[in-house]
Nanobody, 113 residues
Framework: QVQLVESGGGLVQAGGSLRLSCAAS????????MAWYRQAPGKQRELVAS???????NYADSVKGRFTISRENAKNTVYLQMNSLKPEDTAIYYC???????WGQGTQVTVSS
């Protein structure tokens, strides 16, 4: 059974940094396409960043140069390093395992101005 557990969210001032973690069980992140999505109040869920099996990554234009997605195979964990945070980054962030169409429970990120 696949499980994804996110952590690392919180409250941070604009310009600050956070690192989100997504610990997976039931399948290896190395062999899955993984992604981070976010959903702000009143808005649709949007793709933030993806990492594919071969290690290729892509990012939403709004986060390019500020966010970095990575994975640590030994810990079976995917990360999202978020720098230079802006108030508009405030959202619930979700980890997604595309091959299984499985979502984590989400972690709240709030950026104050």
């Amino acid at each position: 059974q696949v499980q994804l557990v996110e952590s690392g969210g919180g409250l941070v001032q604009a310009g600050g940094s956070l690192r989100l973690s997504c610990a997976a069980s039931g399948s290896r992140v190395l062999f899955n396409d993984m992604a981070w999505y976010r959903q702000a109040p009143g808005k649709q869920r949007e793709l933030v960043a993806s990492i594919f099996g071969a290690g290729r990554t892509n990012y939403a234009d709004s986060v390019k140069g500020r966010f970095t997605i990575s994975r640590e195979n030994a810990k079976n964990t995917v990360y999202l390093q978020m720098n230079s945070l802006k108030p508009e980054d405030t959202a619930i962030y979700y980890c997604y395992m595309r091959n299984y169409d499985y979502w984590g429970q989400g972690t709240q990120v709030t950026v104050s101005s």
